[in-house]
């Protein structure tokens, strides 16, 4: 019989957190039914042709394979998962969702292609995600949010109610969003970063780094003052 092949494309530490979510969730299938196995663009060095007892497979040797298959991508990076992301639809390769276990969707969640809820992840009501979010372990999103494409969330972050994140934002471990209001969302621009532990009280524009608590712009100059009041967003 044909296998149906699941990939994990990343060799990483996030990509070996990920790869027991997939076998948990394919343990209802018939054993050997399937297989799965990481998936990596780098050459694969000798004695590292498996890794936590799982086949690590190129990418061009991942694509040769004739059973169904299909792919997820456990990279931090979006902007890397992005290109990878391109290249794995331009092969004809399809994507899957994960979902662990014990995730929480409440109600009227919409979650797109290749994201990733780990352990604890709450996402509660009236939310729209977008393709390729990674929540790590112990993260919420509240409420009327809106979040956009291959944006990542690091461990313990709290997105609070009607907040919109654009595309390749990456928040840190344990930042925390504040709520916005409705018809005035809190919105992080797309390509910002906010920095582990960072307390967000307002709009981040695109492409900026906060930190802190309050967050305020991580800049040459507000490194070298210091935080202070004009340094706050």
Known sequence: MEKDIYGVFGTGGFAREVMPLVQASLSTLSPGSYEVMFVTDYKIEEGLERINEVKVMSFDNFCMIKSKKKITIALADSLIRREIAKKIAQAG?????????????????????????????TLTTNIKIGVFFHANIYSYVGHDCIIGDFVTFAPSVKCNGNVIIEDD?????????????????????????????????????????????????????????????????
């Open 93 to 121: 390769i399809d994507f899957f969702i994960i979902r662990a276990s014990n995730s929480i969707e409440l109600a009227h969640v919409e979650v797109g292609q290749g994201t990733i809820l780990c352990p604890f992840v």
């Open 169 to 233: 934002v990456y928040v840190g471990t344990g930042a925390i969003i504040k709520e916005g209001r409705k018809g005035r969302p809190t919105i992080i621009g797309k390509g910002a970063k906010i920095s582990a532990g960072s307390f967000v009280t307002k709009s981040v524009p695109s492409g900026l780094t906060v930190m802190g608590s309050p967050a305020f712009p991580l800049t040459r100059e507000s490194v070298r003052r210091g935080r202070n009041g004009q340094n706050k967003i």
